[in-house]
């Protein structure tokens, strides 16, 4: 098993271009999460999903949009980048209990 | 919603020293988790508590659930350089297995 797979690992972006960090896991695990780390910080939850067609938001929605339609994607999309949203993106899966992270997109806006 | 204070921020210890962690919360909790971040690198699962009082063991590191299930605590007993990282305490939040972290401790250790 991959795990959770995400890319691009590294991005820099202009100010007000739009981008998808994609997000991929391979252990049928019904919950997923996006979250962004800035430098120093803990994880704050942007958008989060139950399920293949459900969607919510977490801490920090704004800017940022998901879909879930299938099980195993959960892509992140940014519309109009602004410098705040340059951080590092991490995705995450569950079943139940202990959250399995991919390796995160590093994300500059400039 | 859930809030967990994680205190210190940062540890510096030389090897071979102990190093402790402290998750607060204002509010009883349902469970406590522990999180690992390594440099540059994503968060990787620990521990998971939910019984007040609970203490479980992994090697060298020591995990504690309050009694009144509001604070939690992870020991590392005689660090070595492989323990250097972050380390976050997270709490389930509401529905859909949402997780609050914490702050984070960031641990350096020094030879």
């Known amino acids: 098993n991959a795990g959770v797979t995400q890319t691009p690992k590294f991005r820099i972006l202009k100010i007000g271009q739009s981008m998808t960090l994609q997000c991929a896991q391979d252990?049928?695990?019904?919950?997923m999460y996006w979250y962004r780390q800035d430098p120093g910080m803990g994880l704050k939850l942007i958008y989060y999903s139950v399920g293949a067609g459900i969607t919510d938001k977490g801490e920090v929605p704004n800017g940022y949009n998901v879909s879930r339609s299938t099980t195993e994607d959960f892509p992140l999309r940014l519309e109009l980048a602004a410098p705040s949203q340059t951080s590092v993106y991490f995705c995450?899966?569950?079943?139940?209990?202990?959250?399995?992270f991919g390796p995160g997109t590093r994300l500059t806006v400039l | 919603g859930q809030q967990v204070m994680q205190i210190p921020q940062y540890q510096h210890v030389q090897e071979g020293e102990d190093f402790t962690t402290y998750c607060n919360s204002s509010?009883?909790?349902?469970?406590i988790q522990w999180y690992k971040q390594r440099p540059g690198g994503h968060p990787v699962f620990l521990i998971q508590l939910v019984k007040s009082g609970e203490v479980k063991k992994q090697k060298r590191l020591t995990f504690q659930f309050g009694e009144a299930k509001k604070n939690s605590s992870l020991h590392i007993t005689a660090t070595q350089t492989t323990d250097v990282g972050t380390y976050f305490c997270a709490t389930f939040t509401g529905g859909g297995n949402k997780l609050t972290f914490g702050t984070g401790t960031q641990l350096k250790v020094e030879l």
């Open positions: 509010t009883t909790l349902s469970n």
């Open positions: 995450a899966s569950t079943n139940y209990n202990e959250q399995f």
């Open positions: 252990m049928n695990h019904n919950y």
